[in-house]
Every structure is written in structure tokens, then in C-alpha cells.
Nanobody
């Protein structure tokens, strides 16, 4: 399984970015995928998750109302649309996958993509 995240960049506070995570190597109809982020000097934290089969979404309080996680079945790609970005959203964003169930814990995910840097300037 390979996950490739992209879409990060430098944006001013209040701006928007859309992150993508392209997945390959396995059937994704029953996968659970998530976004995590890691700011400098901090531990990696859960951001949002999605059940591929049902489309049910979950969000951390820090991004709820400002972000939307979604997936494109035909492209095997997950997205994270982030709006009203704040300097505290600055971090490396990682996508992750497992086939057991939705979880907010890093240890529950078996596959990880390389991160994509998001920098929000004030």
C-alpha cells in the first residue's frame, strides 16, 4: 500500500488549502483513512478521518467547522479541504490508512504517507 500526500504550501491566515492523498496497492472499498498533523516540537495529532465505504466523517475539535474530509472512489484519493486557516494550523500533514476501523490513535494506522508541509503566516 502506498499513500502519497500533496497540496501543502504557504498561505496567509484566513486562506484555504486542499490536501490530497492518493492511495494505491490494495482494494480501498473498506479502508478507513485519516489525516494527522505534527507541528514542530509537538507530537503527531489526529485531524480528521473518513470511512471509505460509508463516507462517514470525523473531525478533531481544532479543525471542526473549518475543514472537510472527503474521498473520490474512482481516483482512490482522499482530500482535506481546510478553510479559515490559522497560524496554529502550521504543521506537516500526514495521511494514514487501516482496514480495521476508524480511530483517532496513531497506533491504529498501518500505512502512512510522507507528509506535506502547511505553513500559515499571520
Amino acid at each position: 500500500v502506498q499513500l502519497q500526500a500533496c497540496g501543502g504550501g504557504l498561505v496567509q491566515a484566513g486562506g484555504s488549502l486542499r490536501l490530497s492523498c492518493a492511495a494505491s496497492g490494495r482494494t480501498f472499498s473498506s479502508v478507513y483513512m485519516a489525516w494527522f498533523r505534527q507541528a514542530p516540537g509537538q507530537e503527531r495529532k489526529y485531524v480528521a478521518a473518513i470511512s471509505w465505504s460509508s463516507g462517514t466523517t470525523y473531525y478533531a475539535d481544532a479543525v471542526k467547522g473549518r475543514s472537510t474530509i472527503s474521498r473520490d472512489n474512482a481516483k482512490n484519493t482522499m482530500y482535506l479541504q481546510m478553510n479559515a486557516l490559522k497560524p496554529e494550523d502550521t504543521a506537516v500533514y500526514y495521511c494514514a490508512a487501516n482496514w480495521r476501523g476508524v480511530s483517532f490513535a496513531l497506533s491504529s494506522y498501518d500505512y502512512w504517507g510522507r507528509g506535506t508541509q502547511v505553513t500559515v503566516s499571520s
